[in-house]
């Protein structure tokens, strides 16, 4: 069983920044690939980045160059930094983990980038 818990979520300006965490428990954190997903109000979830267990990174388009991943594998935490927000940003984010087909969510916590 794998337990996933998003904090760093609020409310921020156009152009700043926020960074989310994300803490792991009940499995073996370092041996798998660990994402972000968010999902804005009447829209789907989508894959923002992807972190694997060798370190490689992968973003959406829309987030290149603004968004890094990371994950520190001794703390079991992995980590995004939003720089240059936009009002698009906006959306819960959710940090998440899978064993082959079984897919394992966080509750989710709140970005609001607004003036």
């Known amino acids: 069983q794998v337990r996933l818990v998003e904090s760093g979520g609020g409310l921020v300006q156009p152009g700043g920044s926020l960074r989310l965490s994300c803490v792991a428990s009940?499995?073996?954190?370092?041996?798998?690939?660990m994402r972000w997903y968010r999902q804005a109000p009447g829209k789907q979830r989508d894959l923002v980045a992807t972190?694997?267990?060798?370190?490689?990174?992968n973003y959406a388009d829309s987030v290149k160059g603004r968004f890094t991943i990371s994950r520190d594998n001794a703390k079991n935490m992995v980590y995004l930094q939003m720089n240059s927000l936009k009002p698009e940003d906006t959306a819960v984010y959710y940090c998440?983990?899978?064993?082959?087909?079984?897919?394992?969510w966080g509750q989710g916590t709140q970005v609001t980038v607004s003036s």
């Open positions: 998440n983990t899978n064993r082959g087909s079984l897919y394992y």
């Open positions: 009940g499995g073996i954190f370092s041996a798998y690939a």
């Open positions: 972190v694997t267990s060798g370190g490689s990174t």
